[in-house]
């Protein structure tokens, strides 16, 4: 019987290595033959459904960039109106265009939709019109380093948004990132090369795993547009005010020397700066970046496939895909995990809420102070003091994952700037009862958003009616001539015979 059951077990365990020896050859088949190139990747390719062709799981995933049903308890992967939720915005932005319009970013794949539709690129109706220069085009696709390759960095950054209308159609993609002959990671935007060369460092000494960070600042970071780069003509030239350092402190810091403003405000008529999204800056103030984690371990984790490992270029929050972005690390359970991001975020939410409120409440205050009589020496210092506080606000909320990413280095922001702008309001009650007005300035509904934009002088149904006409007139033709062009480019399939 002993030998009976001794040969089952034995035929059983033979059987089972047989089929783990059969699953290993498959598998080990399968990733041999898995990235055969079918087309050849000539030049910088903007279609990501060209490189889709060699690289079909990686493609396919960063089509999941289209979803808009992620929600977390801040987030959202769909659309949603921050004017809406935070009103006091609208004062905060008089005089710019993030006062008409200012929405949660979407996925990778919504790029040029979102940037035709905001109120902030207005509705130009022909080449050569509208608000907003070429080089707000810069993030927003792979065309742009086809179009720096094709005419010249200098000639991109030249002119209007319309002007490139109908050569930016592609969304942010494969050739943004990748080189397409090696597939390494590389820098195809001269911002981050000329920041690094400004501090002194070379950013071909990066890293591979550095460089999984670096694709990343290429555009999530704070910079401006430099008009008066020496032999840039009338080019905006998109640059990073990294020369004195990387911290909120170091930028501020580097625009006061020249005395860079990105808008004069129209209420407290304060020279201010506005914060992009300086994600990279504050991840690096971080726990997880000192701990060498890139931006792709958690936001674009490896997964397995048929045996294949891969990159999953389904670009977002980690909250939604918790397993394969902390799991690698963490050993807590999900829900604890979620609960530690949720009670940083809803802290420093907390702040910046209150802190939004003062500063709207300050440059309410300034204008009654100008309406008054106010000197320009009086008004000095309360400008400065809410040029400072705004800007310290404004780079701990645009970043959007600043409350997790570095949530003691934003929290002291946040704090700084409170500090700032109550201090500001105490020297603006002075200066009003030096003018002889001796009680609360009146306020109007900082609730409201429509309310808070009339206030401040805003047409928004005009604004919506003109972008309406654009969207249905002009959009189209940018959409079809791009289109059109691609067309007219030929993809080379490589032949597999023998």
């Known amino acids: 019987m002993k030998n009976w059951m001794l040969f089952t077990i034995t035929a059983l365990a033979a059987f089972l290595l047989a089929l783990l020896a059969v699953n290993i050859f498959e598998r080990k088949s399968e990733a041999k033959f898995a990235y055969q190139p079918k087309v050849a990747l000539e030049g910088i390719e903007p279609r990501d459904s060209v490189w889709g062709l060699n690289y079909p799981r990686q493609y396919q995933s960063y089509m999941k960039t289209k ?40 996925g990778h794949a919504w790029a040029i939709d979102d940037i035709h539709k905001t109120l902030r690129t207005g509705a130009p109706m022909k080449a050569g019109e509208g608000p907003m220069p070429s080089t707000c085009w810069t993030c927003k696709s792979t065309d742009v380093p086809r179009l720096m390759n094709e005419i010249g960095v200098a000639e991109y950054y030249t002119g209007k948004w319309a002007d490139l209308g109908t050569q930016v159609v592609n969304p942010i993609g ?21 920041a690094f ?28 547009f430099d008009g008066k780069k020496e032999g840039a003509g009338e080019a905006k030239y998109l640059t990073f005010p990294w020369k004195d350092g990387m911290t909120a402190e170091n930028m501020e810091q580097y625009y006061d020397k020249f005395e860079f403003a990105d808008w004069t405000h129209t209420l407290s008529k304060t020279p201010m700066l506005k914060a992009q999204h300086p994600d990279y800056e504050v991840f690096t103030t971080g726990v997880h970046a000192k701990r060498g984690v890139s931006c792709a371990d958690c936001h674009m984790p490896y997964q397995t496939e048929g045996g294949q490992k891969f990159t999953n270029h389904h670009i977002g929050s980690p909250l939604s895909n918790v397993e394969n972005s902390c799991f690698v690390c963490h050993r807590e359970k999900v829900e604890d995990l979620v609960t530690d991001v949720y009670d940083r975020q809803r802290k420093i939410k907390e702040g910046t809420k209150k802190l939004q409120k003062l500063i709207a409440m300050a440059h309410i205050e300034a204008a009654k102070a100008w309406e008054l009589g106010a000197t320009e020496a009086q008004m000095m210092s309360i400008q400065a003091g809410i040029r400072h506080a705004q800007w310290r606000w404004d780079y701990s909320v645009a970043s959007h994952g600043a409350a997790f990413h570095s949530p003691l280095e ?27 007005f001796n009680e609360p300035v009146p306020m109007p509904d900082l609730s409201s958003k429509e309310a808070l934009q009339a206030f401040i002088g805003l047409d928004m149904k005009q604004l919506k009616e003109e972008k309406e006409v654009f969207m249905e007139e002009i959009v189209p033709q940018w959409l079809k001539e791009g289109k059109k062009r691609e067309a007219s480019s030929s993809v080379k399939f490589i032949s597999t015979s023998n």
């Not at 109106?81 to 949660?104: H, Q, R, T």
């Not at 002291?412 to 003018?435: C, F, K, Y």
């Open 67 to 106: 979803e808009t049903t992620f929600k977390s308890m801040f987030g959202t992967s769909g659309h949603h109106d921050i004017l809406d939720s935070d009103p006091e915005l609208v004062i905060l932005w008089a005089g710019y265009g993030f006062s008409k319009d200012y929405n949660a970013p979407k």
């Open 174 to 194: 494969c050739a943004d990132c990748h080189n397409p002959q090696t597939m390494k990671l590389t820098i195809t935007r001269p911002a981050l090369i000329e």
């Open 197 to 224: 060369e400004a501090m002194g460092k070379d950013i071909n000494d990066a890293s591979h795993q550095e460089m999984r960070s670096l694709v990343c600042a290429q555009c999530h970071v704070e910079y401006y």
């Open 410 to 436: 934003t929290s002291s922001t946040v704090t700084a700037a409170t500090d700032m702008i109550q201090e500001t309001r105490i020297s603006l009650a002075r200066l009003l009862s030096d003018l002889g």
